[in-house]
């Protein structure tokens, strides 16, 4: 399958600084990325959805202006959690998805946030 | 209800034996089905994809797909130790954007 990079793999800030998680797609290009939490054997929870060149989509209750999402070009996209908390550390996984159809969707190595 | 349940598990199995994971939905709309196996603190790898109803196999793995009772299943032959991971379903429609999972199952292959 395709390969998406995603880094860093774990992180440790303090409370109140921003955190970046970035996501690559190495050989193909991604129109859609999708950023995922995931909390301790949980499933994924989507919390929000990106187009390159276009604002994310966000989901029911995610806050947009907490975790800023960049896509600027077809093989990346960012995640920036803003003024970080210990309640936002979790899993963070992301997701690139070419426009060859609905199930070429790939998942990044995922990216453990500890706020302390 | 969520429009895909999974049960959570654990599911624990010999080596050798088979495993046998399902999922039920409710979305009549979705014709898509994928499993994902997520190994701890890793990212989901998509295993297989079945479209619309029907059978499909690819080495150990084989997955089915019943729209009419609305039911998949995953079943992993002559399982390994390596198996051991969360196995997640998930479905999207056709024309979707956004993948729906299962809660994940928890299988521990015991050698």
């Known amino acids: 399958g395709a390969v998406v990079s995603q880094h860093p793999s774990w992180v440790i800030c303090k409370s109140g600084t921003s955190v970046k998680i970035e996501c690559r797609s190495l050989?193909?290009?991604?129109?859609?990325m999708f950023w995922y939490r995931q909390f301790p054997k949980q499933s994924l929870m989507l919390m929000a959805t990106?187009?390159?060149?276009?604002?994310?989509?966000?989901e029911q209750g995610v806050e947009k202006d907490k975790f800023l999402i960049n896509h600027a070009s077809l093989t990346l996209s960012t995640l920036t959690v803003t003024s970080a908390h210990p309640e936002d550390s979790s899993f963070y996984i992301c997701?690139?998805?070419?426009?060859?159809?609905?199930?070429?969707?790939?998942f990044g190595q995922g990216t453990r946030l500890t706020v302390v | 209800q969520k429009e895909v349940e999974q049960d959570p598990g654990p599911l624990s199995v010999p080596e050798g034996a088979i495993v046998s994971l399902n999922c039920t939905y409710s979305?009549?709309?979705?014709?898509?089905f994928m499993w994902y196996r997520q190994y701890s603190r890793k990212g989901p790898e998509l295993l297989m994809y079945?479209?619309?109803?029907g059978n499909k196999e690819d080495g150990r793995f084989t997955a089915q797909v019943d729209k009419s009772s609305k039911y998949i299943s995953l079943f992993i032959r002559d399982s390994q130790p390596s198996d051991s991971a969360t196995y997640l379903c998930?479905?999207?429609?056709?024309?979707?954007?956004?993948?729906?999972f299962g809660g994940g199952t928890r299988v521990l292959v015991k050698p």
């Open positions: 997701s690139a998805r070419s426009d060859r159809g609905p199930t070429e969707a790939f």
């Open positions: 050989d193909f290009q991604a129109t859609t």
């Open positions: 990106s187009n390159e060149g276009s604002k994310a989509t966000y």
């Open positions: 979305n009549s709309a979705f014709q898509y």
């Open positions: 079945t479209y619309s109803s």
């Open positions: 998930a479905a999207i429609k056709a024309a979707g954007n956004k993948l729906t």
